[in-house]
């Protein structure tokens, strides 16, 4: 397919303000900020930085690697220093490249059933508003009280963004295979596919009803609060999206009339807000987060070690900082220590040997080697009843295993709390024990630990 900046390119020659979807899947870091030099050139302002599906389609020579190099909420640090002016320096001089005007966006899933799959949600989407989103757009869902939990989170928000709803123009193929799973994050309850499919026996196979909903969802979304919508569907055509968008206004008046025709929940879902018996929505009070949580052996014996090695506070500490020391200034030792150090992590954590350690930040479970995505800050929008959008049925998501992991020891906020950076590839296969005692990884700077004999 065509890079969504060259279509966007295109669709600006003819008068339209676009909005580019950046799809981070298959870009590293130095490809994003290339791209963004050419959106800058362009004069294209607009843009929707997503993680996007895993590659799932077949390329030259099989399947390409995926990259997820970096967040979106990465993406919208680098776009504050794009419209900041960003600094290079290069064989000794430093240049200030020209201040730009992005206006950037991110996206969201809050058609979740698990509760730890909501709130990883939710806290997610705080940390890319914090680090730069203007505005977020929802996945697609067909639940009236989740579409109105999002614009009610937002409002609670100490970090409140423009909220965008997601209206699909739905038919019984896209909808099958949205229950399905086939398109990640995208929900549609039996209920719902049940009732496209009763709508493909009438004269048009559906078509005007498929327009009605969508009409009736921007009126909904409308009423609500939300700031715009994004329309999406299969072949659609500009005077299709104008009779949306003009019957949607007119429906608009009334939107509280058509709350109970979006009733499509999954079953046994959780909702972040306690429900308004009322209207069918959601009263302003936050609903109990009643999940128990599991924690295996395997993380209480981890928990005993971090309390034992990797406290800053303990006594023996700075003790072993200077072991650490010692060992790092040999190369043989170095490279002994890390083989040894490497076995022992792989058969309790299934480490990858990456340097840069983010055990400590996901409840000793390993981003790199047990998500696809390499999800550092919070969940993708892929998941469905709690399982990974690559291996569904097989693999839990990461995220959802990590709260269920602190809820039994009440810790589940310490998820919320602080952003982890994208990985240093500067220390790749190196020990990252050693790393974190010498103050090289992200955690020691985190947390301030600085190699002995610095102060």
Known sequence: SLPAEMVADEVKRIGIEPLVH????DKNRIEIESLFYQLAVKEIKNVLVISGD????????????????LDPA?????????????????????????VTDFFAGVGVSPFKKLESENVCQYNKLEKKIKAGARFAISQIGYDARKTHELIQWNECSSHPALMIANIYVL??????????????GAVVTRELLEDLYNERGLADKGRAARKERAAKMYAIARGMGYRGVHIGGFNLKYEQLEEIVNRGEELS??????????????ENSFYMFEKDTENGLNRPQ??????????????????????????????????YQKIAAWVDKSRFRRNAFGKVSHLGKTGLFDCLDCGDCALFDLAYLCPVSQCSKDRRLGPCGGSLDGWCEVYPGELKCVWVRAYDRLKVYKEESILSTYSVPPRNWDLWKTPSQLNFYLGRDHTSKRLGIRPPGNS
Do not use: C
């Open 286 to 319: 936050f609903a109990d987060r009643n999940a128990r949580g599991a924690a295996p052996m395997v993380y209480r014996l981890a928990r005993l070690i971090h309390k034992g090695f990797f406290d800053s506070s303990h006594p023996l500490f700075g003790a």
């Open 171 to 184: 038919s019984y193929p896209a909808a099958k295979a949205m229950y399905e799973n086939r398109i990640p």
């Open 54 to 69: 895993y590659s799932g389609s077949q390329s030259f020579y099989g399947r390409s690697q995926p990259s997820f190099d």
């Open 253 to 266: 008046k009334n939107w509280v009339d058509f709350i109970g025709e979006f009733h499509y929940p999954q």
């Open 74 to 98: 990465h993406v919208m640090e680098l776009v504050g220093l794009f419209n900041q002016g960003l600094e290079y320096s290069m064989r000794g001089k430093t240049e200030q490249l020209p």
């Open 22 to 25: 950046v799809a981070l899947r």
